[in-house]
């Protein structure tokens, strides 16, 4: 039996440090944004996160995109 995989919508997830912690470690939070279209490139949906790190106080470690998919059984 085959499945095919069906690309259905990407979380864009902004890695930010907040500051330090009592041993001097970076404190890291997230922020989240849903509903990203699944077809979008990486490329633009880098430099989305890039433009929105410019409106944060804080700096960006890092830019994840976590896709997610349907899986279907192919008739």
Known sequence: MAVNNVPVGSV????????VDGNGDPVIRNKSLSNVKADALDQNVFD?????????EHILESVLRIDSARLEEAV
């Open 48 to 56: 989305v996160a890039q433009a929105l790190a410019l409106l944060q």
């Open 12 to 19: 864009l997830r902004l890695q930010l440090q907040t500051g």
